[in-house]
């Protein structure tokens, strides 16, 4: 059972129609016991990092994440899901996060007034390492972001692909042992975000 | 890089699309779920779908339209039209729209916009506005916002509202020119321009799109972020590839792989 962690931290409809499309049975849920349980586990998230986490600790989610990824089984960030799944986030004066990867989130601080913020729209990924999540998926594809902080790891060797927005080139897809954490939305990607998501459901860390 | 994006605009009048000039004279166009599936497939970056039978009677959105074309598109888009209240905001993004657009409602109660962006977010509040070119003192900008299909004049100065917006929390801006609207003539870029200029959210342009040149003269001139375009796709006259592929061959950053 593919579990979709339902935290309250924004709308979960695309994701879940994404994984219709694909034909590929997921259950959303907000009980941990759930998320322990399940064979796979998908991280989504739109909104802000405190009120996240504010909503992951109220939920007693936290740990329930802890152990999954701790145990290996492949663990799907989106987003804000990818974003408080690092140390810290700039977000909301400062939040503590999960520290499942090693670094911060940042906020885009352009120099040009026409690079707005949030990012929002489509960009390219350049793939820096081969992982089975780029599995027919062409180097510098374009997928959908809306965003205003980035994710910037400590450890280069987590960095899966990279996108380049407001003067910075940020870590977009990030990987250790059994995570994958992209920063843009592939459930709303077109084909492309679904060979993704299809990619995560087939892959054995 | 950032693509610009190219996004098809629906109106919709008892569930068909249509098409008129300046809100007048509609013709359908066919039925707004094959003929989004369509423009997904061509590869259009995104959608806006305008519910102008909603917004001209007060009726509620058709959610029931809303889930379809969810359950169809794996890409995001935007619904105006007909929305009244932070409710109707939130059953429009639960049936699976990236976004609302408010428009009338927000300049009928400015708080509606801070009430979405808080209870949503940001990134899902898009403002539309109609702003047409006067000469009057109290739109210093040169451009008022007109409401309700252009028929009713504000006395808001187009500038003015769309950093208000802003500040209470639209997270982009759609400058629809009622001047350029249905002309097929090209955008309205010293408008576009202005606002583009002056927020620090995306802008969309909206208004005038009659051929490829007018979107690399709007990305490039005005800095819009998005341009949304219709009677140029619906007659059949353009398609999207077709559009895209110009565009790339200007230098224009668009999406080509999809």
């Known amino acids: 059972m593919i579990a979709i962690i339902d935290y309250r931290a924004g709308n979960l409809t695309s994701v879940r129609l994404a994984f219709e499309t694909l034909g590929i049975d997921a259950e959303i849920t907000d009980e941990p016991a759930r998320v322990r349980a399940a064979d796979r586990v998908v991280f989504p998230g739109v909104g802000a990092a405190g009120a996240s986490m504010a909503a992951l600790n109220n939920l007693e989610m936290v740990d329930a994440i802890r152990d999954v990824v701790g145990r290996n089984v492949p663990f799907l960030g989106i987003c804000v899901g990818t974003q408080v799944a690092f140390e810290r986030s700039e977000e909301d004066d400062g939040v503590e996060c999960i520290g499942l990867l090693p670094g911060t989130v940042k906020l885009f601080r352009p120099s040009d007034r026409f690079d707005k913020v949030p990012q929002m729209g489509w960009n390219g990924v350049t793939q820096c390492v081969p992982h089975p999540i780029f599995d027919g998926i062409e180097d510098n594809s374009e997928f959908y972001f809306v965003h205003s902080y980035y994710p910037a790891p400590a450890d280069e060797s987590c960095v899966l692909g990279r996108t380049d927005y407001a003067g910075v080139s940020f870590a977009s897809v990030i990987g250790k042992g059994s995570l994958v954490a992209t920063q843009f939305h592939p459930e709303k990607s077109g084909r492309l975000g679904l060979r993704l998501l299809d990619n995560f459901c087939k892959w054995e860390p | ?258």
């Open chain 2, 1 to 258: 890089m950032l693509t610009k994006r190219i996004i098809p605009c629906l109106d919709i009048h008892d569930r068909k699309v249509t098409k008129g000039v300046k809100f007048q004279n509609n013709i359908v166009l066919g039925d707004p779920v094959e003929l989004a599936s369509r423009y997904y497939e061509e590869g259009c970056d995104e959608l806006v779908f305008y519910d102008i039978t909603a917004s001209a009677h007060d009726r509620p959105t058709d959610i029931e339209m809303v889930r379809d074309v969810a359950r169809a598109v794996r890409i995001p888009f935007a619904v105006g039209g007909g929305i009244a209240s932070l409710d109707d905001m939130s059953r429009i993004l639960l049936a699976g729209a990236e976004k609302v657009s408010v428009n009338s409602l927000a300049v009928r109660n400015p708080a509606i916009i801070a009430e979405g962006a808080k209870a949503l977010g940001s990134q899902c509040i898009v403002l539309g506005m109609d702003p047409v070119a006067v000469n009057k003192p109290e739109c210093p900008s040169g451009y008022e916002i007109t409401v309700r299909g252009f028929r009713e004049h504000t006395g808001l100065d187009a500038l003015e509202w769309a950093k208000k917006a802003v500040d209470l929390g639209a997270g982009e801006i759609v400058v629809n020119s009622v001047d350029a609207d249905g002309t097929r003539q090209g955008f309205e870029i010293d408008l576009t321009r202005m606002i583009a200029e002056n927020v620090p959210v995306p802008v969309v342009a909206s208004g005038g799109g009659g051929c490829a040149q007018h979107l690399v003269d709007v990305f490039e001139q005005a800095h819009a972020d998005a341009a949304i375009i219709a009677g140029m796709i619906h007659t059949g006259e353009f398609t999207i590839p077709d559009i895209k592929r110009e565009l790339a061959e200007a230098g224009v950053p668009i999406r080509q792989k999809w």
